[in-house]
């Protein structure tokens, strides 16, 4: 993070119910393969407004690869995204490491700099707990009842909760006012 630069290294993103409603999934018959799903309301602002502040956007989901094709290219998000990092091509789910340190690398970070990243997602034994082992900034979106909001252990509290993808934006607002604090009191 250099004296010009006000953003967090990355902001990693998962998609079910953070991005996309879960709910209406309508699914390739015989396959695990999602054909089309709607957004949840706030998603597609949220989206724009972060590529439009210059954030890097790094995709972090479990699933088929054509599946995030498929749902996120229907409503022009997909490009949004500076790369993609799906369980299906990195061979493992989260909260395995690997995932994160794939969406490390994708953004061209390694795990020192994990704590310049930020990771939102809705599921508290893979976003939030994979995001916290490695110093991630966390972030737990509370907007779908489908998954558990109560942590089954402390690896699973998040570090931030918001509930729906209108309050992501000032929230990263607020966080960055707080990382250039920091990076400034670390070059002393």
Same mark, same amino acid.
């Given at each position: 993070?250099?004296?010009?630069?006000?953003?967090?290294?990355?902001?990693?993103?998962?998609?079910?119910?953070?991005?996309?409603?879960?709910?209406?999934?309508?699914?390739?018959?015989?396959?695990?393969?999602?054909?089309?799903?709607?957004?949840?309301?706030?998603?597609?602002?949220?989206?724009?407004?972060?590529?439009?502040?210059?954030?890097?956007?790094?995709?972090?989901?479990?699933?088929?690869?054509?599946?995030?094709?498929?749902?996120?290219?229907?409503?022009? %998000?997909?490009?949004?995204? #500076?790369? /993609?990092?799906? &369980?299906?091509?990195?061979? @493992?789910?989260?909260? !395995?490491?690997?995932?994160?340190?794939?969406?490390?690398?994708?953004?061209?970070?390694?795990?020192?700099?994990?704590?310049?990243?930020?990771?939102?997602?809705?599921?508290?034994?893979?976003?939030?707990?994979?995001?916290?082992?490695?110093?991630?900034?966390?972030?737990?979106?509370?907007?779908?009842?489908?998954?558990?909001?109560?942590?089954?252990? %402390?690896?699973?509290?998040? #570090?931030? /909760?918001?509930? &729906?993808?209108?309050?992501? @934006?000032?929230?990263? !607002?607020?966080?960055?006012?707080?990382?250039?604090?920091?990076?400034?009191?670390?070059?002393?």
């Amino acid at each position: 993070m250099g004296a010009g630069d006000n953003h967090f290294a990355a902001i990693f993103l998962d998609c079910g119910d953070t991005l996309i409603d879960e709910r209406t999934e309508e699914k390739r018959p015989g396959s695990e393969v999602v054909v089309r799903a709607d957004l949840i309301p706030g998603a597609k602002q949220m989206m724009d407004d972060l590529k439009a502040r210059g954030h890097k956007l790094i995709l972090v989901a479990d699933g088929p690869r054509q599946t995030f094709i498929n749902m996120l290219t229907h409503h022009g %998000l997909w490009d949004h995204f #500076d790369a /993609h990092v799906i &369980s299906e091509d990195v061979g @493992v789910h989260k909260p !395995d490491a690997r995932m994160f340190d794939a969406a490390l690398a994708a953004a061209g970070l390694t795990r020192d700099d994990a704590w310049r990243t930020v990771m939102i997602g809705n599921n508290l034994s893979r976003d939030i707990n994979g995001a916290n082992a490695l110093g991630i900034t966390s972030v737990f979106m509370s907007w779908s009842t489908l998954r558990s909001h109560v942590p089954a252990d %402390l690896s699973e509290v998040p #570090d931030h /909760h918001i509930r &729906s993808p209108s309050e992501f @934006v000032g929230l990263v !607002d607020h966080l960055e006012t707080a990382l250039q604090w920091r990076f400034r009191c670390a070059q002393r």
